[in-house]
């Protein structure tokens, strides 16, 4: 019986379904994505597949620096993942936050190239000149959402455009930042450049830390203080929320806020990376496209039921395969085929939601079902014990028939 209460709380814990539906989602995005490699060339589909769940550390050359690569690119993904998450914890979605990711990268670049600073102290300026770029832009959507009403899909989609032709046009107006020879951003000063892990061959960096201190600190908000109480209350209920006295449109502009935040700290860490090759560094390309990392990063928040812990596990898979497609090329596969595959598996990732509410209501049907048949037996043991009790009575008089 002790077993058995054991394994019915876990079946009944909240975090045991969204867990349920996020391997779920990743079996079925992974099965379709075999049977796309499977047509296109059923000869290496195993081991192509193989690669792509790996990342590609068993066939790359180095091993180490796969490895650091994979945490290099898991780092925009993983806080962009966070931005998406903690605004749906309000009951919003923030679409937007590629925007907010690109104007993050651009505060960073324009702070690395205009203020020189000692080193110990540049890559701090650049990344909080990152946080502030991606929450200013946040900040327009939330104040249209709040004041206005407009609804903030509409308004993110829209200033993702906005915010992608202005940072092209102030980039290749700002002759200190831009290079027109190569079409292309200068090298980031050595300065600015966030300290390395040291791994060689990589771009890995101190901003894998700060992704994941940022998801812990998240959580801690979200779920030990009365700001994140308000939040999942507003999300779960917004009119019972603003009847309890909540401040919704404090609350939607301070989620906007930090989100944006998150996503131009995103930013900040890809553009001012370590340099693999000394006097060189990441470059940032003006060619009006909207940047991937956001994209990825709301696949990574559904991936992780927008849960911040979650979220760090999601974005580090994503990275993963992204990196192993890439790898997969080395078995005849073209890269427009590894693109499907990836896009196959991140599709099907955003609808682990979905899937854990389907699971959800299975369980709770489940879990009804056996209260019910726990109740009817309670119901028929009762019944059958005052029948004893009265047959006592008949045999006995006011005596019990059990002596």
């Given at each position: ?122 890559w701090v300026v650049c990344l909080l000149a990152g ?5 200013l832009w946040g900040t327009l959507t939330g104040l ?260």
């Open positions: 019986m002790p077993e058995q209460n054991r394994i019915q709380k876990i079946r009944n814990h909240p975090g045991s379904a969204s867990f349920l539906a996020t391997i779920l989602a990743i079996f079925s995005g992974l099965l379709l994505g075999f049977l796309i490699m499977l047509l296109a060339g059923p000869s290496a589909a195993g081991n192509g597949i193989l690669v792509v769940l790996t990342g590609g550390i068993p066939v790359a050359l180095n091993a180490a620096k796969q490895l650091g690569q994979i945490f290099y690119q898991a780092v925009p993904v993983l806080l962009t993942g966070l931005s998406v998450g903690f605004v749906f914890k309000l009951g919003l979605f923030n679409i937007g936050v590629a925007g907010q990711y690109t104007m993050g990268l651009f505060f960073a670049m324009y702070a690395a190239f205009s203020f020189p600073l000692p080193s110990g102290v540049h946080m502030l770029g991606g929450a249209l959402k709040a004041w206005r009403g407009v609804n903030e899909v509409i308004a993110a989609i829209m200033l993702n455009y906005i915010g992608m032709y202005l940072v092209d046009m102030w980039v290749q107006g700002n002759t200190a930042m831009y290079e027109a020879s190569r079409a292309r951003t200068k090298y980031i000063p050595a300065s600015a450049q966030l300290p390395s892990l040291g791994i060689s061959g990589s771009n890995l960096n101190i901003g894998i830390f700060l992704a994941i201190g940022a998801a812990v600190l998240l959580w801690i908000v979200l779920n030990k203080t009365v700001f994140g109480y308000e939040l999942r209350a507003t999300g779960l209920n917004p009119d019972a929320a603003v009847y309890a006295g909540m401040n919704s449109r404090r609350n939607i502009l301070v989620t906007m806020l930090i989100g944006g935040a998150l996503a131009g700290l995103g930013g900040a860490c890809t553009i001012l990376a370590p340099a693999v090759i000394p006097g060189s560094s990441v470059t940032y390309e003006p060619i009006n496209v909207i940047a991937q990392a956001g994209f990825h990063g709301i696949a990574a928040a559904l991936l992780g039921g927008a849960n911040p812990l979650g979220i760090i596990f999601s974005a580090i898979f994503i990275s993963l395969i992204r990196r192993g497609g890439s790898a997969a090329a080395l078995y005849g596969y073209r890269l427009e085929i590894i693109d499907i595959v990836i896009a196959v598996v991140i599709y099907c990732a955003s609808f682990s939601l979905l899937i854990r509410e389907l699971t959800e209501k299975i369980g709770q049907k489940r879990t009804g079902a056996g209260a019910e048949r726990s109740e009817m037996t309670k119901k028929h043991r009762t019944r059958k014990e005052s029948g004893m009790t009265d047959r006592g009575k008949k045999e006995g008089g006011d005596t019990a028939w059990i002596r």
